[in-house]
């Protein structure tokens, strides 16, 4: 008899390096998750083409196709009724959802963001945390509210700040670290302990 799974629907933008590191997660049958649906807004998203050859359904809404935000979510919410969803995952998607949207889902939507927040929400957080001086910056797990950046948090890793990086050097190790603490944050949801 195998384990009851937290069904995921993974929002992408772009190559998906996240999702991919979810689905790694995935492939082991202990693992509390599974994957229903890769949605993205973009159709030349990369992470599609991963998703399709892994068998993963996937729907496109690209947002350019809708005059106004509210008709974009909609025909998400749309496309999401035809899957049974637990937890949405924003894995670089670069869309910001409304509150309409977000209070649709309360406490089921989760995204990472690539510095250690209540520091530097928003663009550009690795650039604004050289330009300040700081000597770590990191990422975070956080539940999704309608202030940007703002949910509670799930996990953080720190990466130290080495005197020459540079926001293309630091992004990289931090990402290496987004591929670790992202699928061990759906874990703790899975497992009912956060």
Same mark, same amino acid.
């Given at each position: 008899m195998g /384990?009851?799974?937290l069904k995921l629907?993974?929002? /992408?933008?772009g190559r998906g390096s996240n999702m991919r590191s979810i689905m790694k997660a995935c492939e082991d049958e202990n693992f509390p998750a599974k994957i229903e649906l890769v949605l993205s807004n973009r159709p030349d998203a990369k992470g599609l083409d991963f998703a399709k050859k892994n068998n993963v359904p996937t729907e496109i809404v690209d947002h350019k196709r809708y005059n106004t935000r509210k008709d974009f979510e909609d025909e /998400?919410?749309?496309r999401l009724n035809k899957y049974d969803i637990d937890l949405i995952v924003l894995a670089g998607f670069m869309r910001i959802l409304t509150p309409n949207f977000v209070e649709k889902y309360p406490d089921k939507i989760i995204n990472i963001h690539p510095?250690?927040?209540?520091?530097?929400?928003?663009?550009?957080?690795?650039?604004?945390?050289?330009?300040?001086g700081k000597k770590h910056a990191g990422?975070? =797990?956080?539940? =999704?509210v309608p202030d940007l950046d703002s949910?509670?948090?799930i996990l953080q890793k720190r990466v130290p700040i080495l005197e020459n990086d540079t926001p293309d050097t630091l992004s990289k190790r931090v990402l290496e670290q987004e591929h670790i603490i992202y699928p061990k944050a759906i874990k703790l949801i899975a497992n009912k302990i956060i």
């Open positions: /384990i009851d799974k629907a993974i929002f /992408i933008s /998400i919410l749309k510095s250690l927040l209540p520091d530097y929400k928003g663009l550009n957080t690795h650039e604004r945390a050289i330009e300040d990422c975070t =797990v956080h539940f =999704v949910g509670p948090i």
